[in-house]
Nanobody, 124 residues
Framework: QVQLVESGGGLVQAGGSLRLSCAAS????????MAWFRRVPGKEREFVAA????????NYSDSAKGRFTVSRDNAKNTVYLQMNSLQPEDTAVYYC?????????????????WGQGTQVTVSS
């Protein structure tokens, strides 16, 4: 059974940092693309960043570029999202997701597996 479990969310002041983790289990993810999305109540789920597990290539949304970094630890089967210079508009529930067929897609519909989400709140 595939499981993606996020952790690391919390409350931080504007300008601060957080590191989110996504522990993956249940299958071999070496051929998957892992991504982070976020959702604010009343809005669509928004792409943040993605990484190809096998070679580490990444891509980011415009809002994440230069502030967020996605990485993975093969030994721990874990994907990370380091978020710096956080702003109140980054407040959202952040989700980890995995897809096999669609590369570093920014479309949430392309992702097969999802975690339960972790809340990130940035105060001004």
């Amino acid at each position: 059974q595939v499981q993606l479990v996020e952790s690391g969310g919390g409350l931080v002041q504007a300008g601060g940092s957080l590191r989110l983790s996504c522990a993956a289990s249940g299958r071999t993810f070496s051929r998957y693309v892992m991504a982070w999305f976020r959702r604010v109540p009343g809005k669509e789920r928004e792409f943040v960043a993605a990484i190809i597990w096998s070679d580490g290539r990444t891509n980011y949304s415009d809002s994440a570029k230069g502030r967020f970094t996605v990485s993975r630890d093969n030994a721990k089967n874990t994907v990370y999202l380091q978020m710096n210079s956080l702003q109140p508009e980054d407040t959202a529930v952040y989700y980890c997701a995995a897809n096999y067929y669609y590369g570093r897609s920014m479309e949430s519909i392309r992702y097969d597996y999802w975690g339960q989400g972790t809340q990130v709140t940035v105060s001004s």
